[in-house]
């Protein structure tokens, strides 16, 4: 038998304490990395908070460039198109239109704008409508934020005027040209809330793919990325007749963005009866049927007027036709019964 010599036992030795050191070392820094994976800090969240749009409005961001500068942005983004859509403002685009004898030659953001709202109305067969300016103004509801406000109720003959010069087949885009049939006032506050949450996402994720956060006009709501980069964020739907914070759905959210319209967002009460904003276009009056409608839907500009549309239509029909528009509801009716569409319930539950 041939019989190993100290020295060769020596290095054998040498060789795997060197080895055992270098396991030691590998266990240590795997354990070292497992614990700053599982117990590293998550992003931090600035927040910011301001009045744009009749509104207020909250940017929630989190960035590993300058959240600051993000959120800065994305506010000023809200007042410019703030300015720009007025219909009160006399040096906004909408007051140009609405007041020039002749067609109005416009920018390409204005034209899409409109573009987008004539297909929105065309798909809710007017249940959406953005022609509604001397309805809304006849009412108040352009001015209702102002203190000096005082609530009247219109009369039959006030409102029949006013739905003679309304209706969205009185505007005719030509390519840059907009063309108003004579005495028609174009109200574009029902989807511009909307394009001011998707414009906003949208200036976030080009400043950093990466950013998370939320958007909040009003409890209009768009997700600019996951809360803390892959978790869901939890949406809670408004109780429209409950006290504040008293919710009636909770929903998960990733993406995309959730709108709510209700009858508690602008309105006056004369004699027991409550008057609000969302006229149905057909009649000259504030809706009744509904109380609050709350559509999911991948943008905001789409949502805010499919929530407008549901609330005309009525829960029943909505909850049918929402899906077929690329939208999924929760509808609360005068009597306070809820009903979802189909595919509500898909939010419902962390996918």
Known sequence: MHKMSNGNQNQIMKLSKSSQIMILVFAALLLLFSVLFFFRSKPQYCSKVDIALGTTVKVVISSQKDPGLILEAVLREFHRIDQKFSVTNEKSMIWRINHSPDPVQVDEETAFVIERSLALARATEG???????????????DRISDTQFQPAIPSNAQIQEALEKSGYEHIRLEKDVVILDKGVKLDLGGVVKGYAIDRGIS????????ATGYINAGRDIGIIGPKFGGDYWSIAVQDPRGESGEYIDLVYLKKGTIVTSGDYERFFIVDGVRYHHIINPKTGYPVRDTISTTVISPDAMDADALSTAAFVLGSEFSAMLLP?????GL???SKQAIITSEGWS?????Q
């Open 203 to 210: 200036i976030a994720k080009e400043m950093d793919p990466d």
């Open 346 to 350: 898909f939010f419902k539950e962390k």
């Open 127 to 141: 249940a959406f409508d953005p022609a509604l300016g001397n309805l809304i103004s006849l009412w108040g509801f």
């Open 331 to 333: 509808f609360v009716d």
């Open 324 to 328: 077929v528009l690329g939208g999924q």
